[in-house]
């Protein structure tokens, strides 16, 4: 199998998917990028059957002009991957326009414009937010007359909680549409606020059948933690996944993805438990998960996500593992602004929670502050009982304190 995977820079989680894809059977691997091959870690370099600089991966034209060209390197091509997600629907584009298989464009659209996807859930009956686009101020004010406060805003193809605002009355409103900026071209998403508790819903579809699933929950919700730059927040996968508790959302998450159009491929799905016991589907994503899920899935079937789903991608096949463990991730956020100074309570947590410890990446000093939720660095645990991980997740947020200096 000739395989382009598609990756603009090469971060370690990426390079994680790349590598994995490298030591695929049969698979060829070629990587279409911005980096220029004397950038790209050795071992992958040598790896590879092709490469292919280009300078914006989101143009889906320069796209199909590295993939072309790739395949030209390679003797064509027979599948075409990416993780990220913004890369989504440039990479059906590229697909149909060169007749590769895998999701097409208007599935791509579905997962990618957010407001578009709630449209479709909504009216096929599944629960999710309400919803409306805003092209100015007027008719974002209109919309929250209608809904009420409080209210999210975000773009309607961004992701990981990116340029995302809650917006409690309307100077907020006011504030968050001015950074944003919208126009009749580029309106905004706003949502009704959903209070509860927050989850994803990962999923496995082959030939159109789901085939596996898994589940996770917000420690606490990914928006409250933009919120609030003090908070270090963690990601719990319980051990326990098919009980009755979780019918109502294996229900609707199978149904969503369906109505979408994804035939094989894993789904993020993000979702609400309200107090009331009632479910809101949040929005769904075509692509492998954020915030360390793939690897702690890794982690508690100890098997390697990554090549899963690179096979997945490439063969259209998969076996599904058996869940040994509970896992969790704890996010190690700074506080301060500037670079990483110290790191402190590292003892207390490994009192705590040491043993269950599997995988670490520790803020380094001078370090620059993160930009994103995921914070300076992290802490994965696993153990086969779900209470002892969340305790041990606890312990490690409660202990560690990471200082951020100018």
């Known amino acids: 199998m000739n395989v382009a995977f598609v990756a603009p820079y090469l971060p370690p989680t990426t390079l994680r998917f790349v590598r994995a894809a490298l030591a695929g059977r049969g698979v060829r ?46 003797g064509g091509l027979d599948r075409l991957i990416g993780i990220l997600e913004h890369l989504q629907v440039p990479l059906a584009r590229v697909r149909e326009a060169l007749g590769i298989p895998g999701l097409g464009v208007e599935a791509a659209l579905n997962f990618r414009d957010k407001a578009r996807m709630k449209t479709l859930l909504r009216e096929a009956g599944l629960p999710c937010a309400r919803h409306g686009l805003a092209a100015d101020l007027a008719a974002g004010r209109a919309f929250a007359a209608a809904t009420g406060f409080p209210l999210v805003v975000k773009p309607p193809a961004g992701a990981g909680a990116e340029a995302t605002y809650r917006v409690d009355d309307e100077a907020a409103l006011s504030e968050a549409l001015g950074f944003l900026a919208p126009s009749a071209e580029r309106p905004v998403l706003l949502e009704e606020f959903i209070v509860g508790e927050e989850h994803s ?89 954020g915030a360390q899920i793939t690897t702690l899935i890794s982690a508690a079937h100890d098997i390697d996500f990554y090549a899963t789903w690179t096979r997945l991608m490439i063969e259209e096949a998969f076996d599904p593992p058996y869940r040994r463990y509970a896992a969790g991730a704890a996010f190690l956020r700074g506080q301060g602004r500037g670079r990483v100074a110290a790191v402190r309570g590292l003892e207390e947590a490994q009192r705590a929670a040491g043993e269950l410890v599997v995988e670490v990446k520790l803020p380094q000093p001078g370090q620059p502050a993160a930009t994103g939720y995921e914070g300076e660095g992290y802490v994965i645990v696993r153990h086969p009982e779900t209470g002892r991980v969340e305790e041990a997740l606890r312990a490690i947020v409660a202990a560690v304190r990471v200082e951020l200096a100018e």
């Open 29 to 74: 691997l070629g990587l279409v990028t911005h980096e220029p091959l004397e950038r790209v870690p050795d071992d992958v370099r040598a790896a590879l059957a092709g490469h292919w600089r280009i300078g914006n991966a989101l143009d889906w034209r320069q796209l199909e002009a590295g993939a072309r060209g790739l395949a030209e390197q390679m």
């Open 201 to 289: 819903f990962d999923s496995v579809f082959v030939k159109g059948e789901p085939v596996w699933h898994s589940l996770t929950r917000y420690l606490p919700a990914p928006l409250e933690v933009l919120r609030n730059s003090w908070i270090q927040w963690c990601v719990l996968l319980p051990r326990e996944v098919d009980g009755p508790e979780y019918d109502d959302i294996r229900k609707a998450a199978y149904r969503a993805v369906r109505l979408l159009g994804l035939e094989t491929g894993l789904t993020h799905l993000e979702w609400f438990r309200r107090p009331d016991g009632s479910l809101a589907i949040s929005e769904v994503a075509a692509r492998p998960p």
